[in-house]
């Protein structure tokens, strides 16, 4: 104790007045270092103001008025928590209704994908019929969109051209796309200024 200053801590723990066998050697060293007494004189002044001034009730929706203008950061698991508990009716017999429901409803997902993946025959065959019918309807909207685009002998010239045509045709609604996005970015941004 005799060669180091106390720390802040130890000045606090005397100025609180806190009872302890480990204060004693806190005390004899106040009283051998003129540093220290002065640090600690300032801060008992310091506590002693602080004391003597009126303490105060809030009214009574004083913390749910703060609380009102407080922005919160809620967790997205708490916002979905909270979300599904709003759905849970709170009548027993709706609420035995709707988990027998959801029963019913859970058993008979589970058993077709059981089934199915018994029969992997019959989920490929799906599988297979589900991504031709989708390729299918893009080829279609494509050469529609060919079509309205370049006229039927475009669309003829595109579907015998390949993948060179198919590329420039891509490029080209990719630029078309992109200038359009642009434009009515300006045109909104025009017709904000005006507002403001």
């Not at 010239?157 to 420039?168: E, K, Y």
């Not at 434009?183 to 005006?194: E, H, M, S, Y």
Request: some cysteine; aromatic content about 4%; proline content about 4%.
């Amino acid at each position: 104790m005799d060669h180091r200053h106390l720390l802040p801590n130890e000045i606090d723990l005397l100025v609180d007045g806190t009872a302890g066998v480990g204060l004693a050697p806190f005390r004899a060293h106040l009283d051998e270092c003129n540093d220290c007494r002065a640090r600690y004189d300032e801060l008992r002044i310091v506590s002693e103001a602080v004391e003597a001034v009126p303490h105060f009730v809030p009214k009574l929706r004083f913390a749910d008025s703060v609380m009102a203008g407080v922005q919160v950061a809620e967790p997205w698991h708490v916002g979905v928590t909270e979300s599904a508990k709003r759905l849970v009716p709170t009548s027993r017999p709706v609420r035995m209704l709707g988990l027998a429901g959801a029963s019913i409803v859970a058993v008979a997902v589970s058993g077709t994908a059981a089934w199915l993946a018994l029969r992997g025959d019959l989920a490929g065959w799906v599988l297979d019929l589900v991504v031709d019918r989708g390729r299918e309807g893009i080829v279609a909207g494509a050469s529609a969109v060919a079509s309205g685009a370049l006229g039927a002998d475009g669309a003829a010239t595109l579907a015998n051209g390949g993948a060179p045509t198919i590329a420039i045709l891509a490029a080209v609604l990719t630029v078309t796309a992109i200038g359009a996005l642009l434009a009515f970015r300006r045109l909104a941004a025009t017709a904000a200024a005006k507002r403001s």
